[in-house]
T-cell receptor, first 113, second 115 residues
Framework: AQSVAQPEDQVNVAEGNPLTVKCTYS??????LFWYVQYPNRGLQFLLK??????LVKGSYGFEAEFNKSQTSFHLKKPSALVSDSALYFC???????????FGSGTKLNVKP | EPEVTQTPSHQVTQMGQEVILRCVPI?????FYWYRQILGQKVEFLVS????????KSEIFDDQFSVERPDGSNFTLKIRSTKLEDSAMYFC?????????????FGPGTRLTVT
């Protein structure tokens, strides 16, 4: 069975500093990993995905994620945080049939000026 | 950019009442989904729908739930007799195709409160 875990309920970072939002995964086959962001009163918005290839994946709004097979991790990163990055971030893994997503519990990112 | 829309944004209903949550997926998408998120918990898969039939459903999606695509544009989730534990945020999503590389596009959600 597929699952992802987000060990931090909340991450606080100062504007301009690098940020990391952690995600670890457990899959029975190939990992197809995604990050979504949710702003208040908005739906989940796709940020980036790892399917195959380079371990460093670049996505929207300057975010990137590093796939690490040995540590079964897919951490979301950004070199310099913005106050507007404050939102709820979800890691997700695709199921074996490429149908549904399994989501993590979400991490609230607070970026302070 | 096309978006998935959902109505209403917030629905309050009494226990035992029927509710219908509405979604308009992106127009050229073929795969449709409902997820829910109980406050403070994970986003959970409910059901997927393709070619006018359910392709997969979770154990949450019991006989009280049904989905329909009545007119080629709307995609609805009906809960026949709501329970207190149905209170959650319900998200609709759509996708043009299915496969490992295809993300799902989510709507803003409907907050259902059962009293």
């Amino acid at each position: 069975a597929q699952s992802v875990a987000q060990p931090e309920d909340q991450v606080n970072v100062a504007e301009g500093n690098p940020l990391t939002v952690k995600c670890t995964y457990s899959v029975s086959g190939n990992p197809y990993l995604f990050w979504y962001v949710q702003y208040p009163n908005r739906g989940l918005q796709f940020l980036l995905k790892y399917i195959t290839g380079d371990n460093l994946v670049k996505g929207s709004y300057g975010f990137e994620a590093e796939f690490n097979k040995s540590q079964t991790s897919f951490h979301l990163k950004k070199p310099s945080a913005l106050v507007s990055d404050s939102a709820l971030y979800f890691c997700a893994v695709r199921d074996d049939n490429f149908n549904k997503f399994y989501f993590g519990s979400g991490t609230k990112l607070n970026v302070k000026p | 950019e096309p978006e998935v829309t959902q109505t209403p944004s917030h629905q309050v209903t009494q226990m035992g009442q029927e509710v219908i949550l509405r979604c308009v997926p992106i127009s050229n998408h073929l795969y449709f989904y409902w997820y829910r998120q109980i406050l403070g918990q994970k986003v959970e898969f409910l059901v997927s729908f393709y070619n006018n039939e359910i392709s997969e459903k979770s154990e949450i999606f019991d006989d009280q739930f049904s989905v329909e695509r009545p007119d080629g544009s709307n995609f609805t989730l009906k809960i026949r007799s709501t329970k207190l534990e149905d209170s959650a945020m319900y998200f609709c999503a759509s996708s043009p195709r299915t496969g490992p590389g295809y993300e799902q596009y989510f709507g803003p959600g409907t907050r259902l409160t059962v009293t």
